[in-house]
């Protein structure tokens, strides 16, 4: 029997909804499989906690959260701690702590999904860097004044850059799209600009191009056809993924990879979202960005069979669109639409 131990962390809002069901998932793809077994260690860290604590984890939580297999979030911060308190305290020091400087973020038009462009024709990854740049913390706030710092290191955005040619040219992909503004920001893009030009002469087999981040946002909605792997500082990452998720139907449906390649420090998957309090405790989140964060988990813990079942399952149900959640037209619950997908899993 394989056993995995996984670091739970559903935090605030809708994200205790979607691991729950993401809970019940795991169980029965372990069930079907029968030779797999996950273990749970579930953390209470959230804005409920911070209330009742002053953080949003004990000061020695990274170093808790070390020794497991992998880490599923489901979204933190809600109204009462401020939000750059609650992201900075948990989120952020996560990411940079187990240096997930991958963040992952596959923007496919799953079978069943419908988009709100003319457009179905959409399949490609963002591949966010995760550990630096405009989200480094650094400045200051004095009187009428307000100044936010970004560090782009050498070995931080060059990382990054080869990680995307790395996986294009690993995953038969043939394009490399690097998101700029070195028009406006004339120190970090246009250092970011280089490094990707160095990088990219590695890679003659890829086409590689750039592109300024407001056009590729309208790009995104033009002809997202025409991309295959775009490669994002941290910040332009995360705008443009909640814009991709929307392209997919709702921001409920990506997922998020925070992946520490060498595998020295576990990583960490959550959905893209956050914890959604307009409509927390109604039951309708909707969890597929959850599920598909539990199939990357899967997938990077080496069971791609199981992984490649979880999907199959949530694109039965997508298609079928039966007990689907509103925000994809249906009527359903997110207990139902997970009820729907643990029965495609146990057929
Ligand atoms: P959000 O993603 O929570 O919500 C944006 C909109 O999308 C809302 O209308 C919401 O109802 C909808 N939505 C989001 N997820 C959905 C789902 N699964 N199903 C159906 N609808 C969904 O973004 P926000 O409102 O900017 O942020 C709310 C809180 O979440 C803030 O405190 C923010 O800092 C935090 N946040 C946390 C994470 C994280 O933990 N990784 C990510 C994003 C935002
Ligand atoms: C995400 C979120 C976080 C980010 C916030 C909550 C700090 O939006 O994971 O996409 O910007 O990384
Ligand atoms: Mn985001």
């Given amino acids: 029997m394989k056993s995995f131990l996984l670091n739970l962390i559903p935090g605030d809002g809708i994200g205790v909804d979607v691991i729950n069901e993401g809970v019940r998932v795991l169980n029965a793809i372990a069930e079907k ?8 260690n579930t953390l209470p860290w959230s804005c409920a906690w911070y209330l009742e604590h002053g953080r949003m984890m004990p000061e020695d939580g990274v170093t808790i959260l070390r020794d497991c297999d992998s880490i599923l979030l489901g979204a933190v911060g809600f109204p009462g701690v401020p939000d750059h308190v609650s992201l900075r305290d948990l989120l952020l020091p996560i990411r940079t702590g187990f240096d997930q400087y991958v963040n992952m973020r596959p923007i496919k038009l799953l079978p069943g999904l ?6 179905d024709d959409i399949d490609f990854v963002v591949i966010r860097e995760n550990s630096e740049g405009e ?22 955005t060059e990382r990054i850059i080869r990680y995307a ?22 120190h970090s893009m246009v250092f970011w600009d280089s490094i990707f030009d160095a990088v990219r002469a590695e890679y003659p087999e890829l086409e590689s191009s750039q592109m300024h981040i407001d056009a590729l946002a309208g790009f995104f909605i033009m002809h997202p056809e025409r991309l ?18 929307a392209m997919l139907g709702s921001i409920g449906i990506s997922p998020s990879g925070n992946i520490n390649p060498e595998g020295k420090y576990p990583s ?26 539990i199939a990357m988990m899967l997938e990077q813990l080496n069971e791609k069979s199981s992984a490649d079942l979880l999907m199959e399952s949530v694109c039965s149900v997508l298609k079928a669109s039966i007990d689907t959640t509103p925000d994809i037209g249906g009527k359903g619950t997110t207990a139902g639409m997970s009820d729907a997908v643990i029965k495609e899993i146990l057929k």
């Fill in 165 to 186: 040619c790395e996986y294009a040219k690993n995953n038969g992909k043939t394009k490399v799209l690097s998101a700029t503004k070195s028009n406006a920001l004339n």
């Fill in 33 to 40: 499989h029968g030779g797999l077994k996950f273990e749970y």
């Fill in 114 to 119: 419908v988009s709100p462009l003319k457009n």
């Fill in 135 to 156: 989200y480094c913390g650094k400045g200051k706030t004095a009187g009428d004044m307000a100044l936010q710092e970004s560090i782009f290191t050498r070995k931080g």
């Fill in 228 to 245: 295959e792997v775009v490669v994002a500082s941290n910040l332009f990452g995360d705008i443009l993924t909640d814009l991709g998720s």
């Fill in 268 to 293: 960490m998957f959550e959905p893209i979202h956050g914890s959604a309090p307009d409509i927390a405790g109604k039951g309708i989140a909707n969890p597929v960005g959850t599920f598909w964060a």
